[in-house]
Each structure stands twice: as C-alpha cells, then as structure tokens.
C-alpha cells in the first residue's frame, strides 16, 4: 500500500487542513516553501491518465479554494501548481502540489507552526 492510502486510512499521520468524501489536503512532510500543500483523491489513482475526469475537476476546484485560504492565512506572493506523472513521481497515488512562492522567506518556520497558523484562518471561515 502507498504511504497516501496510508494517510487516508489513518495509519500514517498527516497535517490535514481539509478533508472530505473525495479528497484529503495535507502539508507536504518536506516543506519547499512554506505552505506547500498536497490534495489527493481518498479513492486510489496512480497518476493522470488513470484518474477519472470528475474527480481531476473537483481536485482543481479544492485546490482553488485551498489557495485562497492559504493566501489568507500566509499571504505568499505566487503560487505554483505542480503534479509529477511516472519518472519524478516518488509516490504512484495521483497528487497535485500547491507550492506557494514568496519574495522573501523566513527559512526558520517549521511546520508545525506552520499547520496552526493555516488551521486557525480555516476555523474562521
Ligand atoms: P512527487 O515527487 O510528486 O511524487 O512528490 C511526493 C511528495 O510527497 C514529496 O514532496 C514528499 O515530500 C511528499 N511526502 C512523502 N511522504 C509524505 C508524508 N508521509 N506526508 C506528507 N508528504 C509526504
């Protein structure tokens, strides 16, 4: 089983923001930039080609509105969509990264700090 189908079984865990019958959004474990997030499908697909096109169509409507909330809650100055298909992929579960971008960073926040700041801007909306 691919460690995603283990996030979404509860038996790895995760820095969830959002979550609901179709889709999970997490933290990435390995924070390119601060923010960097990763919606998955709960139901198993490899990559692209083998994911159907209504749940690729919802994933990009959460992603949006993920977007948004990250905006919110971090104010980054860009935002890169980013999924990686057979060689570059490291994890063979369909995944689309939302890597904020920033003019300048603070190398030093972590991501736990970074989860409770995103998590209480979801709270209050
Ligand atoms: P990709 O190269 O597109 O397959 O990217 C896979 C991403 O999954 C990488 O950015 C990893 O840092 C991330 N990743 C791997 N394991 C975990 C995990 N347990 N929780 C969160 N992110 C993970």
């Given at each position: 089983m691919d460690i995603f189908c283990k996030i979404i079984n509860k038996e790895v865990n995760s820095y969830t923001i959002y979550e609901d019958d179709i889709v999970k959004v997490f933290l990435d474990?390995?924070?390119?930039?601060?923010?960097?997030t990763l919606i998955i499908p709960k139901k198993h697909y490899v990559n692209l080609f083998d994911i159907d096109t209504d749940t690729l169509n919802y994933i990009f409507k959460v992603a949006r509105n993920i977007a948004v909330l990250l905006k919110e809650a971090l104010n980054y100055d860009g935002i890169t969509l980013l999924q990686n298909n057979d060689?570059?992929?490291?994890?063979?579960h369909f995944h689309l990264h939302l890597i904020p971008t920033y003019?300048?960073?603070?190398?030093?926040?972590n991501i736990e700090e970074i989860y409770n700041i995103i998590k209480s801007k979801s709270s209050t909306r």
């Open positions: 474990v390995n924070q390119k930039h601060k923010g960097h060689y570059g992929q490291e994890v063979k003019e300048k960073e603070n190398e030093n926040s």
